[in-house]
């Protein structure tokens, strides 16, 4: 059965500092694999998406993720943080056809 | 901006009635996911439709049905509310790959809805 874990219910950075958002994935075949970003009061946002392609993955707003099958791990980053990168972030897993399973999301604050 | 619409934005009922949540897929989609997210938590799958039928559901009691229409756009029902219903409700519409595979969601912006 397909799980993600996100390490870190809270991440807190300062402005311009490296970020850097946990995910393990648990799946039985080769995942597809998303991060989504929400901002308070809105739906979620595609930051990125790994299908067995590229194992380093760009997305919008300067983010990019890299997917380690040997770490069952697809961890966020951007080299810069900027406060509008303030947000709730979930990284989600897809085996087939149906469900798309999230962790529990990891909330970034970021310094001035 | 993702072409997945929601309505209504915001819902407050109380324990016992009913509710119809509605979802406007993106152009070109033919599924419709839906999720409930309390507050704090992940997206929790509810149920999928996928040409007008149910096509996987997560563990959500019969209270919490669907229907997909021809355009492909859908309702989630939820029957005898309860306060621990309160959440946001999200839809997600997306395609499908060769072989079937659900391609990328593309989510819409949610329904808020409170039970009191």
């Known amino acids: 059965a397909q799980s993600v874990t996100q390490l870190g219910s809270h991440v807190s950075v300062s402005e311009g500092a490296l970020v850097l958002l946990r995910c393990n994935y648990s799946?039985?075949?080769?995942?597809?694999l998303f991060w989504y970003v929400q901002y308070p009061n809105q739906g979620l946002q595609l930051l990125l998406k790994?299908?067995?392609?590229?194992?380093l993955v760009k997305g919008i707003n300067g983010f990019e993720a890299e997917f380690k099958k040997s770490e069952t791990s697809f961890h966020l980053t951007k080299p810069s943080a900027h406060m509008s990168d303030a947000a709730e972030y979930f990284c989600a897993v897809s085996e087939r056809s149906q469900d798309m399973r999230f962790g529990a999301g990891t909330r970034l604050t970021v310094k001035p | 901006e993702t072409g997945v619409t929601q309505s209504p934005t915001h819902l407050i009922k109380t324990r016992g009635q009913q509710v119809t949540l509605r979802c406007s897929s993106q152009?070109?989609?033919?599924?419709v996911s839906w999720y409930q997210q309390a507050l704090g938590q992940g997206p929790q799958f509810i149920f999928q439709?996928?040409?007008?039928?149910?096509?996987g559901r997560g563990n959500f009691p019969p209270r919490f049905s669907g229907l997909q229409f021809p355009n492909y756009s859908s309702e989630l029902n939820v029957n005898a509310l309860e306060l621990d219903d309160s959440a946001l409700y999200l839809c997600?519409?997306?395609?499908?790959?060769?072989?079937?595979?659900?391609?990328?969601?593309?989510f819409g912006p949610g329904t808020r809805l409170t039970v009191l």
């Open positions: 439709y996928y040409r007008e039928e149910e096509n």
């Open positions: 799946s039985s075949v080769p995942p597809y």
């Open positions: 152009s070109g989609h033919n599924t």
């Open positions: 997600a519409s997306s395609g499908r790959l060769a072989g079937g595979r659900l391609d990328t969601q593309y």
């Open positions: 790994y299908t067995s392609a590229a194992t």
